[in-house]
């Protein structure tokens, strides 16, 4: 690929990652602060998960940032979407140490833009080129930066989520598991002042994340669907490691596939819209086609990455179109009246209000949808070009999409191919109406390659 996403050398789609004492130290962090100070002024806002590294690598990034002559607002520890929506209203830009869902040896660093966007790939080479040719400025004694913080960070962005809902009150018990992490300190309260009765479950902050890993998974939310059943709730809400991201499960317990709850919220988001239209990468499941057309909207699809999804809803947004909803089908979705970025905390608010004008209960929600059976797969190879080549000569007289990899479309059914970002394999997704057609799609393109 010749895109500027695979020209990254550092930073992958969302931001550098790296294990504590091997791919990232604190002197990579301190050169992160030195180059995004160079190639940014100002104020620039700074905040971290609850990973156990992220007060070294704070302090360095803060060290890179202050030396290069900008002012640090240090946010202390908040999830990424408040972080960013700080940056929006507030600062030049933003550094948010995080290493979102990976386990807790993981941490990283992930560049927000003045207007709350995370970086995109063009500005990220620039910066990866101050660091890797080490061209940082660093300023003289009189031109150092100074550093204040923002006790109230957490308090803005929770108003601010808030604010979207006005007059909600709903009475309802609601289980929340923020999974040790930053939204420990946001979502529980969200919540509650929107009128529910909370409980949670692996509720205070801890980098040791002794109830689950950060990638809230179906076997590592076995406690939250326990709690929803022994409390009666509507729902449990789950996040990931620095809460960007939402997942949910019903009144019974049962996990609800992330697509599904991406459908839900197209469809309670564009209900009464016009030429309204949803931004969704490829690999999210037919079912968003279906409900667009319920709704009267259309979709528009971009490379997996939720930078992409966000850049594009910007983009047709200043075009005048009507954006209604966007995201991710991994529990990161986008509330264009609120922020260009996935945000776990309004995701979980938006549920209470989707249920509460719905009046009916997630499981039935969740019946109402088309079915769909979505089968993931990995093809190993070092050719991924040469793959996505053959597959294009093989099908090119059918519906083909070459936005990422190679989807292929049929009327009830589509597949997609995609090179993994940073291993030697392919991503291989099929979709279809039943699970036979799933598996004989998937069987053709394995045959093919
Ligand atoms: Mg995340």
């Known amino acids: 690929m010749s895109d500027n996403k695979s020209k990254k050398q550092l930073f992958g789609t969302n931001g550098v990652r790296g294990v504590i004492g091997e791919s990232m130290k604190p002197e990579l962090a301190m050169k992160i602060g030195l180059s995004l100070g160079t190639a940014r002024k100002g104020k620039i806002a700074v905040g971290m ?65 003045a207007d709350g966007t995370e970086m995109d790939d063009t500005e990220t080479i620039k910066v990866e080129n101050i660091l890797l040719s080490e061209s940082f400025k660093c300023g003289d004694w009189k031109n150092v930066g100074s550093e204040t913080h923002a006790d109230d960070a957490n308090n803005e962005y929770i ?125 999210t499941s037919r079912i968003v086609e279906d409900i667009a057309k319920d709704t009267n909207c259309r979709v528009v699809y ?42 776990g905390g309004m995701s979980a608010a938006a549920m209470v209000a989707l249920l509460s004008s719905e009046k009916k209960k997630l499981s039935e929600l969740r019946k109402e949808l088309p079915e769909r059976v979505m089968l993931r797969d990995k093809i190993y190879t070092e050719k991924p070009g040469e793959v996505i080549e053959k597959i294009k000569d093989m099908f090119s007289n059918e519906n083909l999409d070459l936005t990422d990899g190679i989807r292929i479309n049929r009327k009830d059914s589509w597949t997609l191919l995609r090179p993994s970002g940073t291993e030697p394999f392919m991503r291989l997704f099929v979709e279809a109406k039943n699970r036979k057609t799933a598996e004989n799609f998937s069987e053709e393109i394995k045959n093919s390659i």
């Not at 040790?180 to 205070?204: D, F, K, M, Q």
């Not at 809400?237 to 596939?257: K, M, P, Q, T």
Request: proline share 6%; aromatic share 6%; net charge negative.
């Open 159 to 283: 108003n601010g989520v808030l604010s979207h809902f006005p007059g909600l009150s709903a009475n309802m018990t609601i289980a929340v598991d923020p999974g040790s992490g930053p939204a420990c300190l946001t979502t529980p309260v969200i919540l509650s002042r929107l009128g529910c009765t909370v409980h949670t479950i692996n509720g205070s902050c801890d980098g040791m994340f002794p109830g689950r890993l950060p990638e809230p998974s179906v076997e590592g939310l076995k406690g939250l669907s326990e709690l929803v059943r022994s409390t009666g709730a509507a729902f449990g809400v789950a996040h990931d490691g620095d809460a960007d991201r939402a997942v949910f499960v019903d009144e019974n317990g049962d996990y609800v596939e992330e697509n599904e709850e991406f459908a839900l919220m197209q469809r309670y988001f564009s209900k009464g819209t016009k030429n309204g239209i949803v931004v969704t990468p490829v690999s």
């Open 302 to 343: 971009t490379k997996v990455g939720s930078i992409y999804v966000a850049r594009k809803m910007l983009e047709l947004k200043k075009n005048g179109e009507n954006v209604v909803f966007g995201g991710e089908g991994n529990g990161g979705l986008i509330f264009p009246e609120h922020q260009h970025c996935r945000d």
């Open 49 to 113: 998960d609850t990973r156990t590294s992220g007060p070294a690598l704070i302090n360095a990034l803060k060290a890179g940032l202050l030396c290069a002559g900008c002012n640090v607002i240090d946010t202390g520890i908040l999830p990424t979407p408040a972080l960013q929506y700080l940056v929006k209203k507030h600062y030049n830009a933003g550094a948010m140490v995080t290493a979102s869902h990976n386990p807790p040896e993981y941490n990283g660093i992930k560049l927000i833009e």
